[in-house]
């Protein structure tokens, strides 16, 4: 999964990125309000840790844009302990939860894992599903049923990317930004190429037909939309 940091304390910021790289999550990171807005409208990620104080746009405002375009993308907010008004107002605006300077690591992760559960991304146990098939994030593997998928790197990644997206269209830009990164030299064609062998492979334990192409415009994976 991937989490954009938007955070103006350098400092702060790569401690935040170091704590969810060593869950596992690819990050990406900002220290002003404006490159973390740029970075959030994208849309490929799947939690947003935003610190309401930050030079240029405020974290309250980036809030507010993204709930106007309806992009439900999960939201922890970073206060200073001093900042309730400007937390009640980002709460209101659509934030998720939020945690208090200085924080814990162990609180800043069970509180991710809470959202995320609420927001259906994952399961109890941290699970990745959508109907037969499962993703294990913390050993990175896949099944369909109980049958092992054997995947790349590269197709881990993308079936993830489709599960953390379960019945909503992703165009080619989205999934090249998020599995390949916005200054990767490969093109959009790669993103077709490794669709197509995740989709025998999931052929193979009888779970292709999931993975629909939305012609002209990307993909969606289809399916019971209960975790685990």
Not at 58 to 77: F, M, Y
Not at 171 to 178: A, H, L, N, V, Y
Request: aromatic share 8%.
């Amino acid at each position: 999964m991937r989490v954009l940091v938007v955070e103006d304390d350098a400092s702060l910021l790569r401690i935040v990125r170091d704590v969810f790289e060593g869950e596992g999550f690819a990050t990406d990171g900002a220290e002003t309000g404006d490159a973390g807005w740029y970075w959030a409208e994208q849309a490929v990620h799947d939690l947003i840790v935003l610190d309401l104080m930050l030079p240029g746009m405020n974290g309250l405002e980036i809030v507010r844009k993204l709930r106007a375009k309806s992009l439900d993308i999960p939201v922890i907010l970073l206060t200073a302990k001093d900042a309730v008004e400007d937390l009640v107002a980002g709460l209101d605006a659509g934030a998720d939860d939020y945690v208090t300077k200085p924080f814990a690591v162990s609180e800043l992760l069970a509180r991710t894992r809470a959202v995320l559960r609420r927001k259906g991304t994952i399961g109890q146990e941290g699970e990745l599903t959508g109907g037969p098939v499962r993703l294990v994030p913390s050993v990175r593997a896949a099944f369909v049923g109980d049958a092992p998928l054997n995947l790349t790197v590269k197709e881990y990644e993308l079936l993830e990317c489709f599960l953390c997206n379960k019945d909503r269209i992703v165009t080619r830009d989205q999934i090249f930004d998020r599995v390949w990164g916005f200054d990767s030299s490969s093109g959009l064609t790669a993103v077709d190429v490794y669709v197509h062998h995740l989709r025998k492979k999931l052929a193979s334990q009888g779970a292709g037909s999931a993975l629909r192409t939305i012609r002209g415009v990307g993909y969606m994976f289809t399916g019971d939309s209960d975790v685990r």
